[in-house]
Structures are given as C-alpha cells and as structure tokens.
C-alpha cells in the first residue's frame, strides 16, 4: 500500500515536471520568438499570407486559449507537423531516430560502467599504488576533455590514420558504436569511478566489513558482498541524476560521429529552420528524462532495502 | 632525553607551521599562473594580438605553427582561412572569461540566495522552490540552447543567458542543505530565540557557514562553464559565426583535421589545460576548506 501511495506521488511529480517543460517551451517560443518569421520562408512570404497563415495556426488567438490549444494537441499526440520533409508528422521522424540515441546513451554508460568499477575497487583496496595513480590521473584528465574535441581526436587516430573504425554513421553496427561510446561515456565514467573509490573506502572501514572479516569470510566474499553491493549504491542515484546530462552528450556526440539519432534531428532541424521538429524533440526527450528518473527512483527502493525498512 | 628535545624542535610553532604552508601552497601555484596568463590574455588580447582575429587571408591559409616550420608571422599558424590562431586564441580567452565572468558569480549569488531561502523557510515553499531546482536535472542545458538558437539565432547573450539557468541550482541544492542543518544548532536557535531577524540570521550566521562550500562550487564550475561554451559554439548555438571562441575554432578546423593538425589540437589543448587549471584549483580548494565535500561531482 505504502509503495503505491508513494509509486502514485513520484508519478504525479513526474508529469509536474513533464508540464513544466512543456510550458517553458511553448511560452518562451511564443515570447521570443516570432513563428511568422521561422516557421515561414523569409521575403517570398507576402503580407496576406502571413495573415493566414497566422490564423491558421490561431495565433492571432489570446495566449492562454493557444497554451490550451497547444496542451490539448499533445494529449492527443500531436507534436506537430515538420515543416520539412513534406508535412511528416514530426513524432514520427523522432520515433525513426529515438532507437539509435538509446543505442548510444546505453553503450555510453555500459563503457563507463565496465571500466569505472573494476577501477574504483581496485584502486580502493590498493591505496597508493600505481593502479590508484592511474586511476586519478584518468580521473582529472578524464574530466577536463571535451568529449568533442575528445570524439574528433579519436575518428582522427582511429578512423582515419588506422582504419580501425568508420569515421561516422550507423551503417557499420557494433563498430560504429564504439568510438561515440567510448566519448560519451569517458565524463560518466570519471564520475563513476569517483564514486565507487571513495564508496569502497568508507565501506571496507565499517564495523559490518570487521565483523564479516573476523567470523572467517574469505576476502572475496567480504569485498563482493558487503563491500561492493553497498558502494555501488550512490552509483545507482547517480546514474539516474546524470540522464539530463547524458542526453545532452548524446546531442554533441551525435554531431560529432553523424550519428542518425534525435540529438542530430534537433540540430539539423535548427540550420533547416524546421522549429516544430525541434520543439517536439525537446518535450520528448525531456519527458523520457522525467520517465526514466522515475524509474530510477522506484526501482532504487528494491535496492537499498534501509528504505523500504524505513516506510514500514 | 633525546627523544624529548627533538619533540620540543618539532613543536616549535614557527619552524613547522611555515615550512607546512609553503608545501601546501606548490599545488595551487601552478593552476593559479595558467589562470593569470588566461585572464591577462584575455583582458589584453587587442595588445597582444598578432593580426585582426578576424582577418581572412587566404593566401596565408594553414600556415604552420613556428615550432612545425613556419614562420614568425604567424606563430601558431593559420586555419583553413588564414586567420591568425594566436590572435583568435586570445580573443577566445575573452569570450571565456566574459562568459564565466558573468555566469558563475550570477549563478553563485542567485543560488545561494534560494538555497538560503528553501532551506530556512521550508514547507511547501521550501518544496516548490526545490522542484524548480530538481528541473536543472530534466532539461539539458543544450536542449535550451538549441531551443533559444532556433528562436533567435545564435548570441553570447543567449549563452550567457542559458548557462546561468542551468548552473544556479547546483549552488542552491547544496546550501539548502548546509541550512537545514545550521537551522538546529544552537547559535542559531539562540538567536532565533532572543528575537533575531530571518536576514539578520541568514548574514550573521548562516552566510559565513556555507561561504566555503560556494566558493568550492564556485571554482569547480569555472572548468564546466569553459566547456559548456566551448560545446555550444562547437554545435553552432553558441557564439556566433565571426567571433573567434575555442569552440568554433574546434568546428572550423574540424574540415581540415587530415592535412593540418593545429587548426584543431591548438584550441582543444587550451580547452583541456584551462578545465583541467579550474578542477586543480577546485580540488585544492576542497582538500584545504572542506574536504568532506569530496564527492562533489
């Protein structure tokens, strides 16, 4: 019962904060931008079409009536029409791209993930060795590259000077995955890695570690089983507190290895002109950021059983 | 006996306690010239230029840098345009400098101020103002960028503009928690209790509490700020097309990338020594006021 009063609140957050983008969005396009302007070929559009084209779109309506408009148009699933591409529905085009940036978001964090937390442990159990060294080092350089510059250094050295990997694109599957994975995920993985070093620290002086150490357990089991599970805890937050942030990596990552996903939509969509792809890209993605922070939050409940003690 | 005098050398105030600061401050030293040289770089850049940054000249176009076989006219050699990357490489130390100039301090004060506020008031206008906060984590910063360019084209005001956004709550989240803590000490129930004023409370008591924890946040946003200007103008939403930014310089050189290396590895590498100068800084900030702020990020 508790769990789904609180499933219940969590959602009702989420579509708060889905709302509230929706609402940034559609006000500061309307204040500060002027849809005649971007939404219509500039000089050739005359004086009456302007006009019409006003009316059609009930722009010449109150602001609140086409908020509600607007509102009511994305209940029902209307994004709005690309203004490109011979009127497609703009979700549509975003549901072509949407696979391949979860391809890439995921590869991203599954890189960052595989190398980060082997790292952080050891460099946690051996304090003061070269491994810990080196794991600092990639730490501060790590955090201070931008992954851009990091992304067309690589397509350089690896694509072009070795042929290992396609300079860009999707067509060539996992090898074409690799290099935009490897730039997207090396910030996350520093972060992570951070993390699980200062997590394992703390835990392996805890009075459960000693006890588990002086009933016999062999020190694999003590580090795997009451080290690393509650280490890995703060990583799990903040895997789901990063989402925004790697999304907007995926949008320069994208760029960078002309990536067929969203992130390159939206960007295209802005030389093109094409505001409605890029206001409909932007809901989208920041509402799957509010899903996904959900389940993030409800699933960390089954993790870390202190809360779900502490609700009963 | 021997053991006791060598003792009392060791704890003699003066000797040890100098010789300690002087160690102490070697790891700022270095992050701190690099900052000097970027900020003189930036504040002079008209005196120490070379040529107009601005200034295409095709016939010089990608002329190596001195140390690869060029020349003295251009020091660090040309872009595919022949512009000066010395001279552009200065004036993107101005832009980066107005940039976290205006945005870090804004943010610093705009946060600091609502953390003051959610974390004393609390209740529901505590809550509200902390899901304005959480928002931060829903919309990428680029997302608005990218939004603002469609709207406007792209400006250093929008930068500004949309960093500031994004980076105000991260000041705001960690001060609300200082407060909410501080709020139940007793120096600030003692004053609450004598009658003392909310704003007098808040300058007396809880500023100067969480006064290290904003300027940690403060020095470690410098590095994030750079890049997050560098990315913007690198996606064309940033700065606009004729002014010279690392970014763009990044986005230019990118088309010549096989035949000349410097066009690109010249504002990259001052993108990553500058970052990597902010984050030293930041550390070496954490580790001497607060180290229990290791986790920051």
Redesign the interface.
């Known amino acids: 019962m508790q769990f789904w009063n609180y499933l219940i609140i969590r959602l009702i957050q989420a579509i708060f904060v889905t709302l509230l983008v929706v609402t940034i969005v559609f006000f500061v396009s309307r204040l500060v931008g002027n849809p005649e302007e971007t939404m219509l070929p500039p000089l050739v559009t005359s004086t009456e079409d302007k006009e019409r084209f006003r009316e059609l779109l009930g722009l010449n309506d109150p602001l609140h009536i086409q908020y509600g408009n607007f509102l009511i148009d994305l209940g029902q699933g209307d994004f709005g029409t690309s203004w490109r591409g011979g009127g497609t529905s703009t979700l549509d085009a975003i549901g072509d791209r949407a696979l391949n940036t979860v391809k890439l978001g995921v590869a991203g964090v599954v890189f960052a993930l595989a190398l980060a937390v082997p790292l952080g442990i050891i460099a946690a159990l051996r304090r003061g060795t070269t491994v810990d060294w080196l794991a600092r080092f990639v730490a501060v350089i790590g955090q201070a590259t931008p992954s851009f510059w990091l992304g067309l250094m690589m397509i350089f050295f690896f694509s072009v000077q070795l042929g290992w990997f396609p300079t860009g694109g999707a067509e060539d599957g996992f090898r074409s995955l690799i290099l935009p994975a490897i730039a997207l995920g090396l910030f996350e993985l520093v972060a992570i890695m951070r993390l699980t070093r200062s997590g394992m620290i703390e835990v392996m002086d805890t009075d459960f570690v000693r006890t588990a150490r002086a009933k016999g357990l062999s020190e694999r089991t003590v580090i795997w089983r009451h080290g690393v599970r509650h280490a890995l805890l703060p990583v799990v937050t903040m895997l789901g507190l990063s989402l925004g942030r790697l999304i907007g990596g995926t949008v320069i990552i994208e760029m960078v290895f002309a990536w067929p996903g969203v992130g390159r939509l939206i960007i295209d969509s802005i030389l093109k002109n094409d505001f409605p792809m890029v206001q409909a890209a932007i809901i989208v993605l920041a509402a799957s950021i509010a899903l996904v922070n959900l389940f993030v939050d409800v699933s960390y409940r089954f993790i870390d059983p202190r809360i779900r003690a502490g609700e009963a | 006996m021997a053991a006791g005098a060598a003792d009392a050398v060791e704890f003699q105030p003066g000797i040890r306690r100098r010789r300690i600061r002087w160690r102490r401050y070697i790891g700022l030293s270095v992050p701190a010239l690099i900052a000097l040289v970027v900020i003189v770089a930036g504040v002079f850049a008209e005196l120490l230029q070379t040529h107009d940054p601005e200034f295409i000249d095709l016939a010089a176009r990608l002329a190596p840098p001195v140390f690869d076989g060029g020349t003295w006219a251009h020091p660090l050699g040309t872009d595919e345009l022949g512009r000066d990357i010395y001279s552009r490489l200065l004036h993107g130390a101005r832009v980066s400098l107005i940039v976290v100039g205006i945005v870090v301090p804004g943010a610093a004060l705009f946060g600091t101020l609502i953390g003051l506020v959610s974390g004393w008031v609390g209740g529901m206008t505590g809550q509200i103002l902390m ?1 304005v906060v ?10 608005f960028a ?7 084209g792209p400006s250093l005001t929008n930068v500004i503009v949309i960093l500031l956004f994004w980076t105000w709550p991260s000041y705001s989240r960690l001060v609300r928690a200082d407060v909410l803590s501080l709020r139940e000490r007793d120096f600030v129930t003692a004053s609450r209790s004598v009658g003392a004023a909310p704003w007098w409370i808040m300058r007396k008591h809880l500023l100067p509490n969480v006064l290290n924890t904003i300027v940690i946040v403060m020095t470690l946003e410098v ?1 994030l700020v750079v ?1 997050a200007e ?2 913007l103008s ?4 940033g700065v606009p097309p004729g002014t010279s930014s690392w ?1 763009r310089m ?1 986005t230019e050189g ?1 088309d010549t ?2 035949v000349a290396w410097w066009p ?1 590895w010249l504002p ?1 590498l001052t ?2 020594i500058i ?2 100068t ?3 800084m930041g550390d070496w900030l954490r580790d001497a006021l607060d180290p229990r702020l ?2 920051l ?1």
């Open positions: 899901r959480d928002l931060q984590l829903a919309l990428p910063a680029i997302l990218v939004l603002m360019a469609s709207l406007v590095a890049l560098a990315a690198f996606l064309s939403v970014g990044i990118r990338m096989n690109i990259g993108l990553l970052s990597l902010g984050n030293l290791r986790n990020r």
